[in-house]
């Protein structure tokens, strides 16, 4: 049996540098992976199959990442595996809760069923079901490029990090394709991200079509250097103490007077599934 964390990630930056011919979009980013997730636990079952519980509401068992995960793999047929998973990253919230439910999948089937499976293998699997996959199979805090694929491993400084969720479900799919989206900018090198100052090319996009998103960002902006992860609908701003983050967290939550959710999450530059 394996129980193990699903963390989230934030992208620190997010730059649109191109786009292909196919569609793809070329980017720019840094992960940050968070020291917070869901909880995914694995265990081995007499019976055949792959067993997931509790379903996810409005997504079939077949188009789940976990169960398309699993079935990526190579699993003996004499046997199978129970899957369950206490679920707290939002969905469409820009945290890549699916990709890491996909990619801890693989990492742990790979462990308990002694599969054999290289992180290199795993990473090109994981890049078959979506393209932050490669980054949380391999485990650490990244600089990527391409369409997300080319990674390069970051030390990034301890920080704690201010997250608010909107409670809103931005479609990645809609902000790519929104025809406003510029996707020229030019790239930068790791220094000249770590020397700031950085952005998110979808966040304009994102906060003309998602009040809540824009109004999270302003209310942020007014404590911290706030800048929204992925494509939306999730806003962050970094600080260096916990306990500064955990006081911009509390007078959050209460000016949000039920309208969005704040959690607070430590950045980490690897994890490991155990």
């Known amino acids: 049996m394996i129980e193990t964390l699903s963390p989230a ?12 011919n196919n569609g793809y979009h070329e ?26 519980s509790p379903s996810m509401e409005g997504v079939p068992n077949d188009d789940n990442l976990i169960v398309r995960a699993a079935s990526a793999l190579s699993l003996p047929d004499d046997c199978g595996v129970a899957i369950s998973i206490d ?23 790979n462990t308990l069923f002694d599969l054999g499976y290289s992180v290199d293998e795993l990473a090109i699997k994981g890049a078959g079901l979506g393209a932050d996959v490669p980054v949380f199979v391999r485990g650490t805090s990244a ?30 799919q809609e902000i790519f394709g929104a025809p406003e989206l510029t996707h020229n900018t030019p790239p930068i090198t790791v220094s000249a991200f770590f020397e700031g100052p950085v952005r998110n090319d979808l966040q304009p996009v994102v906060e003309s079509r998602y009040e809540q998103v824009r109004v999270a960002i302003t209310w942020l902006s007014g404590h911290g250097s706030a800048m929204m992860t992925g494509s939306g609908a999730c806003v962050f701003a970094g600080f260096d103490l916990q306990a500064e983050a ?5 007078a959050a939550a209460a000016a949000a007077e039920g309208k969005f959710k704040v959690f607070v999450a430590k950045g980490i530059n690897r994890f490991t599934v155990v």
């Open 27 to 52: 980017l720019q980013t840094a992960f940050q992976l968070l020291d917070w997730g869901d909880r995914m636990r694995f265990e081995i079952t007499d019976t055949p199959g792959i067993h997931l």
């Open 87 to 109: 679920k707290v990253i939002p969905m469409g919230g820009g945290l890549g809760g699916g990709s890491s439910n996909a990619a801890v999948t693989l990492l742990a089937l």
């Open 143 to 172: 600089w990527a490029e391409g369409i997300g694929e080319e990674l390069t491993p970051l030390e990034l400084p301890a920080r704690w990090f201010v997250i608010i969720y909107p409670d809103c479900h931005v479609s990645t």
């Open 246 to 250: 955990q006081r911009v967290a509390a």
């Open 9 to 20: 990630k934030l992208n620190l930056f997010l730059h649109v540098t191109g786009k292909r």
